[in-house]
Nanobody, 115 residues
């Protein structure tokens, strides 16, 4: 059973940086892809960044150039480095992974950016 656990959220001022981590230590097989989503208050959950085995990455236009998604080799651990944070980046950030055709989600970690 996949269990994704996020960490690294917090409250920061605009312009600061945060690094989120998502890890699953239970699944012996590779989860692919792994991604980060966020949900702002009153809005739908949206894709922030995704990492595909082989190194292909995908970013939402709003974070392109500021956020970087990376993966710890073939481990089921993915990171989201967030730089130059803006108040619009505020929300709950969820890790997601696909395994055997099923999507799994973490519990979410809150990121709050104040102006």
């Amino acid at each position: 059973q996949v269990q994704l656990v996020e960490s690294g959220g917090g409250s920061v001022e605009a312009g600061a940086s945060l690094r989120l981590t998502c890890a699953d230590s239970r699944t012996p097989f590779t989860i692919n892809p792994m991604a980060w989503y966020r949900q702002a208050p009153g809005k739908q959950r949206e894709l922030v960044a995704a990492f595909y085995l082989g190194g292909t990455t995908k970013y939402d236009d709003s974070v392109q150039g500021r956020f970087t998604i990376s993966r710890d080799g073939a481990k089921n651990t993915v990171f989201l480095q967030m730089n130059s944070l803006k108040p619009d980046d505020t929300g709950v950030y969820y890790c997601s992974g696909v395994w055997r055709g099923n999507s799994y989600w973490g519990q979410g970690t809150q990121v709050t950016v104040s102006s």
